[in-house]
């Protein structure tokens, strides 16, 4: 029996397989709250998946074995957080993000949790801003479309995520089922955003081949909202919508971009909003966030 408990890095790995200059996966939480319109809690969601990947078994039947065996994941604290105004957030992270994938040693993959949809413009800008954010496209899982150029005062809500990545780079969005009249026409006249809405996908869907055309030979900033998959297996989000992705097809969608993609050097996943006593949320988060790992370093 072992005498202390496991440690508090994603997945409780051991020594070895979190050492900074062997691992080739970086973990970077960001319990970044402040645009929540509905909902609160997103800024708990970093911890709670931290806390469930201690439970998520390393042994993969999708690759027979232990896949973080051979990745390793360094679990870096958290980062510090800047109140000034959503933008000035954006800006620090957008600095953090491009440090890390230009620092040495550097990891193959970033994987960040929020806090929050807004940081994900800082994320796609940080990582524009290096030699492996060139060619890049953004893929985007979300029950809303967050087009928005402001909302509620800010140019940089989480309700304007999506269009300040275009900003950066193209979007490809899958699961939308919530979107306003003056997105809806932004969405229909920008030729660099492709919405793949809820009902339209479905498992093996023409929409795969679509992706895996956007995606093919780039590199590719995927960008997870946990509301864009269906509420009755992930109830734990500031705003939840009727429909959605399910486990499987969720999976489908990574699994197409690891596949085609020259690269993803960075995946972000937000908006998981934990509800007290309930622990299944906080766990398909943590799975799921062991399985886009795995794909990516994989290249499945």
Known sequence: ???????????????ELTDRKRAQVWLLPIPYEATTSYGA??????????????????????????????????TLPALALKHESPEAMATHVADAVRDLLAGEPAPRTLAIL?????????????LAATERGRDLVAVQVDAHADLRDEYEGSPFSHACAARRILDTCPVFQIGIRNISHDEEQFRTTCPRVRTVFSEDARPGGDWLAELSEFVRGK???????????????MPAVGTPEPGGLSWETALDAVRTVCRAANDVPVFDMVELAPIPGMIAPDFLAARLVYKIMAMISAGV
């Open 41 to 74: 809690g997103t800024r708990n969601g970093p911890d709670a998946i931290l806390t469930a990947s201690r439970q998520v078994e390393w042994f993969d039947r999708e690759w027979n074995g232990e896949p973080v065996a051979k990745f390793g994941v360094h």
């Open 219 to 233: 590199n590719v900033f995927l960008t997870i909202d946990l509301d864009g998959l269906d509420p009755s297996i």
């Open 114 to 126: 929020g806090g929050e949809h807004s940081i994900s413009a800082g994320v796609a800008r940080g």
């Open 1 to 15: 029996m072992e005498r202390f408990q496991f440690p508090m890095n994603f997945m409780g790995l051991p020594d």
